[in-house]
């Protein structure tokens, strides 16, 4: 009998704190929304994002978190102990802007000016990294008030140059891995997410395993021999070489790759050769993306271009090299974690609102920190509910309504919550 009010106590306590972060959830949008408007208005390019930072840092500061800052440049790390021993998770947020000058016509719209490889261009958050920073922004200040409900540790990440650091410079996901952020203390696993401009607020998309592509550019060097146009005889041509690599290519796609297992893409995007009608040069350079969505592929697919490159050129009387330079790795939800998260993100979004996709042959840099942890990678609604088409990603035009942002809050809240817990 005795132990019946203490019971009694514990029950009304614990209903009490779940609608207390509930709760604190709901509170938080309208900030949320305001910093969106804030990073929205001032972007700032890939390894440059110093105010961004400054800002990120002085909000976790003010939580009382443990905060490192320079990480990868400009990246900022905080830490946030629960009061309970346990696992360690990590949220991640990528917080860099585009060389795009903006379209719309936002009371926060992007005025920003910047250069841009020599060129002077607009900046503006055309991937929506602004509302990724307001979302991890915002969770961190609920968990700040929760901390006696976490059994573990969570490491928020803002990480700079997602969409690639200038040329000559290192930056990103890999620069951050590599400067040990998974690392002290060590990250059991990690979830990300993308808002994205084609999906109607209110619901999350996911894929178990390759979810988006590895991503590797590209060049060929064919060299050959210059002759006069009219005697082809008296010399090799590159040009030619270069179409029969490009069909070699493309049979690796058709003829040797198991497209039930995922699908890949090579693209030659860009031939250079060739000065006038009556010269047969002497080399051809091509330039070109691979898209792969499983690892095994992606090896066998670099593998055999490397041999009908140099073969193919061979068999032709001409040389040739080929040089990969690696964008991203499969981004690989790890099939496991994901389907342990599920109910948190069903429990975000309500189970109908959560949603099977396809496979994307886009690039996301997360992927490193996957390569490394199991990570669950998802994308979030930001179209108006009654749009039926959007601007993609990238463009002037680019869009995402506010009122998106807060299941991102919610489902990165429950994600940390549910894995250090279970
Ligand atoms: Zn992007
Ligand atoms: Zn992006």
């Not at 003010?62 to 790390?77: D, P, R, W």
């Not at 069909?247 to 090579?266: F, K, T, W």
Request: aromatic share 8%; with cysteine; proline share 5%.
């Amino acid at each position: 009998m005795k132990f019946l009010p203490a019971l009694c106590c514990l029950i009304i306590s614990s209903a009490f704190s779940q609608t207390t972060l509930e709760q604190d959830i709901i509170d938080i949008e309208p900030k949320v929304i305001e910093w969106r408007h804030h990073f929205h208005q001032n972007p700032e390019l890939s390894n440059r994002e110093f105010k961004t930072a400054e800002k990120i840092a002085e909000h976790l500061k003010s939580l009382g978190f443990e905060v490192q800052t320079g990480v990868a440049k400009t990246g900022v790390v905080g830490i946030l102990k629960g009061d309970l021993p346990g696992k360690v998770v990590a949220l991640r947020a990528d917080i860099d802007a585009l060389p795009v000058t903006e379209r719309n016509d936002l009371p926060f719209k992007s005025e920003v000016r910047d250069t841009f490889l020599g060129t002077e261009t607009g900046v503006m958050h055309a991937c929506g990294h602004d509302t990724h920073i307001s979302i991890l922004m915002g969770v961190a200040e609920v968990f700040s008030k929760h901390k006696d409900k976490i059994k573990g540790t969570i490491k928020f990440i803002f990480q700079p140059a997602e969409e690639g650091p200038p040329p000559g410079e290192e930056g990103g996901a890999s620069l951050m891995v590599k400067e040990g952020v998974l690392e002290n203390p060590k990250v059991d696993a990690i979830f990300g997410l993308h808002i994205n401009s084609a999906t109607p607020v209110g619901t999350i998309k996911y894929k178990p395993g390759g979810m988006m592509a590895a991503v590797e550019r590209f060049v060929v060097n064919v060299k050959g021999k210059q002759t006069h146009g009219s005697q082809p005889w008296g010399g090799v041509d590159p040009i030619y070489i270069s179409a029969k690599i490009i069909d070699g290519y493309q049979s690796i796609i058709s003829r040797e790759s198991n497209l039930l297992v995922e699908p890949a893409v090579i693209t030659v995007g860009k031939i250079t050769s060739g000065v006038r009608f009556n010269i047969i040069p002497e080399s051809a350079e091509l330039i070109g993306t691979v898209r792969t969505l499983d690892a095994d592929m992606r090896t066998k697919i670099i593998t055999r271009m490397t041999e009908m490159t140099e073969t193919i050129a061979k068999a032709y009387g001409g040389e040739a090299t080929i040089e990969f330079q690696e964008n991203t790795l499969v981004t690989y939800n790890d099939p496991d974690l994901t389907s342990q998260m599920l109910p948190s993100l069903e429990k975000a979004a309500g189970k109908d609102n959560v949603k099977l996709m396809k496979a994307v042959t886009g690039g996301e840099d997360f992927s490193y920190f996957q390569e490394v942890v199991p990570g669950l990678y998802f994308y979030l609604g930001g179209m108006t509910p009654g749009n039926t088409e959007a601007f993609p990603h990238h463009t002037p035009d680019f869009k995402i309504d506010d009122n998106g942002l807060i299941l991102g809050v919610k489902a990165m809240t429950y994600l940390a919550l549910d894995y250090l817990n279970n």
